[in-house]
C-alpha cells in the first residue's frame, strides 16, 4: 500500500487494490469494481460504465481478510476519465456511520 499526499489535499490518498461494490443512489450495492485509492474523503474505482459529474452513489468497500470491516457510504462523482481497462471514478465520500 502506498500513500500519496498532495499539496491540495486535505487528508493522504492510499493506493489500495480491493473489491468495491456501488449502485446508484438508494440502490443495493451489487455490482463489482476495483477500488484504486482512497482517503478520508474520497476514492477512486476502476468500473465498465461511465458517470456523470454530480451522480450519486452508494459504495461498499470490502477489504481483503476479516481483519477490516467492509466501509459502506455515499459517494458524489467528482470525476470520470477513460481508460483502457474501463473508467476511473473520482468521488467524494461521506461514510454512514
Not at 474520497?42 to 468497500?61: I, P
Not at 481483519?67 to 473520482?90: D, F
Amino acid at each position: 500500500m502506498n500513500i500519496i499526499h498532495g499539496d491540495r489535499r486535505d487528508f493522504m490518498r492510499m493506493n489500495i487494490d480491493c473489491s468495491i461494490r456501488y449502485a446508484a443512489e438508494g440502490g443495493t450495492p451489487d455490482k463489482c469494481a476495483r477500488l484504486r485509492n482512497l482517503s478520508a474523503n474520497g476514492l477512486q474505482f476502476v468500473c465498465a460504465e461511465d458517470f456523470a459529474t454530480g451522480q450519486q452513489l452508494e459504495v461498499l468497500v470490502v477489504p481483503p481478510g476479516e481483519m477490516t470491516p467492509p466501509l459502506r457510504g455515499q459517494a458524489t462523482v467528482l470525476r470520470s476519465e477513460a481508460l483502457a481497462e474501463g473508467y476511473a471514478i473520482a468521488c467524494d465520500l461521506r461514510v454512514n456511520g
